[in-house]
């Protein structure tokens, strides 16, 4: 209850923080400047924030779960870099194209990768945990080093370190709508909850109860690759929310996906429409490109998810 209640506060703040006034009297007689701004730019930059706080979240634990790693998401595996290396690729090689096109090279950049992580990762027996997000950051950091590479010698390395950071100021009518293929991702993750709690307890005993093991891991690389696709070419990269949020969750209420599951979805829309506004506010009416906040919020929670492990 609380937190929805928090969720719902969070809304009405993001509909309300802004440079523009907003007059009530437009919005009940539905004309107006004020009515315009509503419907062309804060309910879409809305509906974007969640939509990606609930995809990046459902990302992070379903990627915790097939790496059965608690500091994996999307962002210290090489996802988030490798999709931005897709959309690179599109645009200088099909500079006419649209959105979809540019998915499509993010998608498949980001499952291939993704992919060879879980096979490296599957092949190393590691006894020290933090090995393996270092590993994913290692890989993360060999990508954005080739995607500025590339960036660099197609001349267009200034506009990509814009266009990638995540940024929902661009988030208007018209402009975002592909975002909303994560829905259906997020309800497919539910139904395969029950499959990717038992994907986490290894694979022997997975197959041992009957789960088709490398099936359910693909399912869930291709959910995470879809996701990370559309959000990296709708806002740009966004660190942390996969990280923290599950983490948050699985303290308080367990390990049940099927239970949980709603409650992540829930946790990384709030905490992204938080962090929107935190940005919003700080040097108003300018704003404080999301990417910043999340990672310095997401940071600060992590650590101090980290130190109270350590203290316990």
Known sequence: ??????????????????????????????????????????????????????????????????????????????????????????????????????????????????????????????RNTALVPVIGLMYGSVLSAVAEFYAYQQNILQSMQGWLMGDFSRVVQGQYEVIYLILPIAVLAYLYAHRFTVLGMGEDMATSLGLGYAATATLGLLLVAITVSVTVITVGAIYFVGLVVPNLVVLHYGDNLKHTLPLVAVGGAALLLACDIVGRLLIFPFEVPIGLTAGFIGGAIFLVLILRGEKQ
């Open 1 to 126: 209850m609380r937190m929805a209640c928090l969720f719902v506060a969070l809304c009405v703040g993001s509909l309300l923080v802004g440079a523009r006034q907003m007059e009530w009297s437009q919005v009940v007689l539905l004309s107006g400047d004020t009515w315009l701004t509503l419907t062309a730019s804060r309910l879409p930059r809305m509906a974007a924030l969640i939509l990606t706080g609930v995809g990046l979240a459902v990302c992070g634990v379903i990627l915790q779960h097939i790496v059965r790693n608690r500091f994996v998401e999307p962002g210290t595996s090489g996802g988030l870099d490798a999709a931005k290396l897709g959309v690179l690729v599109s645009l200088t090689l099909m500079p006419a194209t649209g959105k979809f096109s540019q998915m499509l090279f993010a998608l498949g950049f980001c499952f291939v990768t993704s992919l060879l992580y879980v096979a490296v990762i599957r092949r190393i027996q590691f």
